[in-house]
């Protein structure tokens, strides 16, 4: 099925079409700032051609989401499986409360991405991000991986300010020389080699499935740091283990 979208439709007309749809693959070109789509969805195909608006794949149940262009802010907030896939930019709030599926964004994310990520028995949820992401990556993050790859060419550092603040569960990997200054106490580095991690291997990979551009072999022999909650971080104490 396709839909072509005329900038006036309001979100609401949209999603109740994509909902009743009884095609499992449907192309959207024409989108501008249209929320919600895929919120709560399962067993469904999305492309889209254009720029969907906030709350993209919310609550999403097992869509496989492909954007060719920009998304907005909370784009997966509190999603439990399925994938979806940025070709360009994400806002701020990416993966907000994530609790299963992947998020795979080619360039950069704003701030906050992967706070209160969590994961439970088999959901773990992943985000990668292609370039750098904003202040307050992975904040609270309580469980999943988020990875970023640094491959942004505007010279900025990998991360921004407070990555990790509160973190007490989960993992980060950041591809990079130098360990980023202005860490939080609740975060412990290790320098290690992306190829040796089994993990991180197989999500590069899978990333690098969508933008064969780059190479998963170059990305993963290369040098990352692993930061992982401070085993005297006093977040840790207050939550359960996960």
């Not at 024409?30 to 906030?54: E, W």
């Not at 360039?107 to 088999?122: E, L, P, V």
């Not at 985000?127 to 609270?140: H, Q």
Request: glycine share 14%.
């Amino acid at each position: 099925m396709e839909i072509n979208v005329d900038e006036n439709v309001h979100f609401q007309a949209l999603n109740r079409i994509v909902r009743e749809s009884k095609d499992t693959d449907i192309t959207i070109n024409g989108i501008v700032g249209q929320r919600y789509v895929a919120d709560g969805l399962s067993g469904k195909r999305i492309v889209i051609n254009g720029v969907p608006g906030n709350a993209l794949g919310a609550y999403m149940n097992g869509c496989e989401v492909i954007v060719h262009g920009n998304v907005q802010e909370a784009t997966g907030d509190t999603m439990n499986s399925g994938k979806i896939v940025v070709y360009g930019n994400a806002g701020d709030a990416t993966g907000y409360a994530m609790r299963g599926g992947r998020i795979y964004i080619r360039d950069n994310t704003g701030y906050r991405a992967g706070i209160h990520m969590k994961a439970y028995m088999d959901f773990k949820p992943a985000i990668v991000i292609g370039g750098r992401a904003g202040s307050f990556l992975g904040e609270y993050q309580a469980g999943g991986v988020i990875v970023v790859l640094g491959q942004n060419k505007d010279g900025l550092p990998i991360i921004n300010n407070f990555c990790g603040t509160g973190m007490h569960g989960g993992v980060m990997y950041l591809r990079c020389d130098e360990l980023p200054k202005s860490l939080p106490s609740q975060v412990s580095a290790e320098r290690v080699w992306g190829a040796d991690i089994e993990e991180l291997s197989e999500l590069v990979r899978d990333w690098c499935n969508f933008f064969p551009e780059y190479n998963a072999e170059t990305l993963l022999g290369h040098n990352f740091f692993r930061l992982t909650p401070n085993s005297d971080n006093p977040y840790k104490q207050m939550y359960t283990n996960n």
